[in-house]
C-alpha cells in the first residue's frame, strides 16, 4: 500500500496564478483532510470530508476550495493564490471501524508551495 | 489564547539524557491525547495515543495525562540522535476534530 500520496511535492507560483493539489489515500478511509502547516502555528485545519461527495471548512477556508468526486481523492484549489499561502500543505485520512470515528490520522508527505 | 500549548523550542539534549515534552490545553471536553514524531520533510506519524488521565508506556516513550491539571507529557527515556524530530501533541475534540499545539523541535546531539 502507498498510503497517503500528495502531487506535487513541490510548487512556485506567481500572485494570482490559480493551481491544484491532489491527494489520494489507497486505504479506502472515508474521512480526509487538507492541513496547512507554517513555523511556530502547528497543523491548521482548511477543508476536510466526512466521505465521497461531502465536503465542510475548517479552521481557515479562506481562499481554497476543496473536492471529494471519489472516495480515495481530496483536491485542494487554490482560485487566486497569495504570499500568505505560502505554506507546507498536508493532506491526511483516517477511516471509521464500527460506526466510530478512529483518533489516527494518516499523513501525506507534504507539498511546499512558495507564492510569490 | 490557544486551546493546546505547546513550546516550540529548540529542546537541544545530549544522547542518553531523558527528554520531557509537554502540552497544556484548556478544553475540559478532550477524550483522546495524541503525540506524533515528525521528521524533517515528512508528515506527521501516530507515536503514541491516551485515552482520559494516566500513563503510558511503548518502549522508551511513556505517554502521561494529568487531566485535572490540563497538562500531558512524553518522556523519552535514552534519548538517540535518531529521536530528533519535531514532536506534536493533539487532542480530539467532541467533533472528533484534532486540535494541534505548535510543535517542540527536538535535538539529541551526539
Known amino acids: 500500500n502507498a498510503g497517503v500520496t500528495q502531487t506535487p511535492k513541490f510548487r512556485v507560483l506567481k500572485t494570482g496564478q490559480s493551481m491544484t493539489l491532489l491527494c489520494a489515500q489507497d486505504m479506502n478511509h472515508e474521512y480526509m483532510y487538507w492541513y496547512r502547516q507554517d513555523p511556530g502555528m502547528g497543523l491548521r485545519l482548511i477543508h476536510y470530508?466526512?466521505?465521497?461527495?461531502?465536503?465542510a471548512k475548517g479552521e481557515v477556508p479562506d481562499g481554497y476550495n476543496v473536492s471529494r468526486l471519489k472516495k480515495q481523492n481530496f483536491l485542494l484549489g487554490l482560485e487566486s493564490a497569495a504570499p500568505s499561502q505560502t505554506s507546507v500543505y498536508f493532506c491526511?485520512?483516517?477511516?471509521?471501524?464500527?460506526?466510530?470515528?478512529?483518533?489516527?490520522?494518516?499523513f501525506g508527505p507534504g507539498t511546499r508551495l512558495t507564492v510569490t | 489564547q490557544k486551546e493546546v500549548e505547546q513550546d516550540p523550542g529548540p529542546l537541544s539534549v545530549p544522547e542518553g539524557a531523558i527528554v520531557s515534552l509537554n502540552c497544556t490545553y484548556s478544553?475540559?471536553?478532550?477524550?483522546?491525547f495524541m503525540w506524533y514524531r515528525q521528521y524533517s520533510r515528512k508528515g506527521p506519524e501516530l507515536l503514541m495515543y491516551?485515552?482520559s488521565s494516566g500513563n503510558k508506556e511503548d518502549g522508551r516513550f511513556t505517554a502521561q495525562v494529568d487531566k485535572s491539571s490540563k497538562y500531558i507529557s512524553l518522556f523519552i527515556r535514552d534519548s538517540q540522535p535518531s529521536d530528533s524530530a519535531t514532536y506534536l501533541c493533539?487532542?480530539?475534540?467532541?467533533?472528533?476534530?484534532?486540535?494541534w499545539g505548535a510543535g517542540t523541535k527536538l535535538i539529541i546531539k551526539p
Open positions: 470530508s466526512v466521505g465521497e461527495g461531502t465536503t
Open positions: 491516551t485515552y
Open positions: 478544553n475540559s471536553a478532550f477524550q483522546y
Open positions: 493533539a487532542m480530539m475534540d467532541s467533533n472528533y476534530q484534532l486540535i
Open positions: 491526511a485520512s483516517r477511516t471509521v471501524l464500527n460506526d466510530r470515528v478512529t483518533h489516527e490520522q494518516y
